[in-house]
T-cell receptor, first 115, second 116 residues
Framework: AQSVTQLDSHVSVSEGTPVLLRCNYS??????LFWYVQHPNKGLQLLLKYTSAATLVKGINGFEAEFKKSETSFHLTKPSAHMSDAAEYFC?????????????FGAGTRLAVHP | KAGVTQTPRYLIKTRGQQVTLSCSPISGHRSVSWYQQTPGQGLQFLFEYFSETQRNKGNFPGRFSGRQFSNSRSEMNVSTLELGDSALYLCASSPGLAGLVTDTQYFGPGTRLTVL
């Protein structure tokens, strides 16, 4: 079975400092992993995805994530936080029947960015 | 391309009533999935439809049902509403190519359902 654990429910950073949002996954086969972001009262926007190509994945708005199989991790990073990055971030693994669409979401990490 | 659209955006119902939510996927996408988001349970998968057939189902009671039309538009129905059904219901569409790991889901803005 597939699952994801987001290690921090809240992260607070100052504008211009690095962002690290941590995610560990569990999967019985080679996983597809995603990071989505949700701004208040908005739907979910795809930030980036890992699908067994390059282990370092670059996404939108300067975010990137590194897939580490040995650590079963898929942490999300950004070198310099911006005020507009304040939102909730979800680490997601594709689950269910292999290849079919069933996303399993982590509990989310709320990112606060202070001036 | 237009994104995923959901109607209505907000809905208020009372216990015992039933409700129908609608989702129009991105043009060309054949898979539509539904998710429920609540503060307590987070985001949970309801079901997925592909070519008018339910292809995957989450752990929700039978009061939750859905269907997909030949144009890929999908509806979700909840009967005999309970207070705990209050949630943001999100629809996601994708090309739906089973087995293709790059198949990516794109989400609509959601329908906020409040049950009084």
């Amino acid at each position: 079975a597939q699952s994801v654990t987001q290690l921090d429910s809240h992260v607070s950073v100052s504008e211009g400092t690095p962002v690290l949002l941590r995610c560990n996954y569990s999967s019985s086969y080679s996983p597809s992993l995603f990071w989505y972001v949700q701004h208040p009262n908005k739907g979910l926007q795809l930030l980036l995805k890992y699908t067994s190509a390059a282990t370092l994945v670059k996404g939108i708005n300067g975010f990137e994530a590194e897939f580490k199989k040995s650590e079963t991790s898929f942490h999300l990073t950004k070198p310099s936080a911006h005020m507009s990055d304040a939102a909730e971030y979800f680490c997601v693994v594709r689950g269910g029947k292999k290849g079919y669409n069933k996303l399993i979401f982590g509990a989310g990490t709320r990112l606060a960015v202070h001036p | 391309k237009a994104g995923v659209t959901q109607t209505p955006r907000y809905l208020i119902k009372t216990r015992g009533q039933q409700v129908t939510l609608s989702c129009s996927p991105i043009s060309g996408h054949r898979s539509v999935s539904w998710y429920q988001q609540t503060p307590g349970q987070g985001l949970q998968f309801l079901f997925e439809y592909f070519s008018e057939t339910q292809r995957n189902k989450g752990n929700f009671p039978g009061r939750f049902s859905g269907r997909q039309f030949s144009n890929s538009r999908s509806e979700m129905n909840v009967s005999t509403l309970e207070l705990g059904d209050s949630a943001l219901y999100l629809c996601a569409s994708s090309p739906g190519l089973a087995g293709l790991v790059t198949d990516t889901q794109y989400f609509g803005p959601g329908t906020r359902l409040t049950v009084l």
